[in-house]
């Protein structure tokens, strides 16, 4: 069965570092997005991508970067953790470009910033 | 910026009730989707229901839209126990000139057994 897998499922690191968290698909879907989801904000849209070397800025990106060189996988790169990063992260695909189509979502990776 | 917003933020029922969440959004939107988070896991999806549609069913879910109130609601009918979880709207928002999904901030339904 296809299904999306992120790494490591819980990571803490401490302020200052570089943290790349991972995101693996098997749908082949060219859409990918990271989340990230925050008590009393819901999901919010930090990077998507939709396709191979294409990367997207979305609503929150300031300090995460993402880059696209297959179709089966988008790192979240976090240049210098702060302790605002502290989340949990989520990465999902899609079929469909944009809003139009079902998001498949992996289990998500807790982040934690000391 | 929320588009979606959901109400009641959280909802105790017995087994076997109904359960209604609603979902009020700003903008005009072409599509409204909900999806279901069960704790610790990822967001899965349940149903997409377009803007000249009025309601939708699958299973024991009955989603409804009016797009004239701007407002959707998801209906559960005879709830179990594993419909425990939290349930989100989300609409697609205009971002950048291309749309993007926007998430409310959810509804935890807690069914006793």
């Known amino acids: 069965d296809a299904e999306i897998t992120q790494s490591p499922r819980h990571k803490i690191t401490e302020t200052g570092r570089q943290v790349t968290l991972a995101c693996h698909q098997t749908w082949n879907h060219n859409n990918m997005f990271w989340y990230r989801q925050d008590l009393g904000h819901g999901l919010r849209l930090i990077h998507y991508?939709?396709?191979?070397?294409?990367?997207n800025k979305g609503e929150v990106s300031d300090g995460y970067s993402v880059s696209r060189s297959n179709t089966e996988d988008l790192p979240l790169t976090l240049e210098s953790a702060a302790s605002s990063q502290t989340s949990v992260y989520f990465c999902?695909?899609?079929?469909?470009?944009?809003?139009?189509?079902?998001?498949?979502f992996g289990p998500g990776t807790r982040l934690t910033v000391l | 910026s929320q588009q979606g917003e959901e109400d009641p933020q959280a909802l105790s029922i017995q087994e076997g009730e109904n359960a209604t969440m609603n979902c009020s959004y700003k903008?005009?939107?072409?599509?409204l989707q909900w999806y279901r988070q069960n704790s610790g896991r990822g967001l899965v999806h349940l149903i997409l229901i377009r803007s000249n549609e009025r309601e939708k069913h699958s299973g024991r879910l009955r989603v409804t839209l009016d797009t004239s109130k701007k407002s959707s609601s998801l209906l559960i009918t005879a709830s179990r126990a594993a419909d425990t979880a939290s349930y989100f709207c989300?609409?697609?928002?205009?971002?950048?000139?291309?749309?993007?999904?926007?998430f409310g901030s959810g509804t935890r339904l807690l069914v006793r057994p």
């Open positions: 999902a695909s899609s079929a469909v470009a944009g809003a139009q189509g079902t998001q498949y």
């Open positions: 991508s939709y396709g191979v070397q294409d990367t």
């Open positions: 989300a609409t697609d928002a205009k971002m950048d000139s291309s749309y993007k999904l926007i």
């Open positions: 903008t005009s939107i072409n599509n």
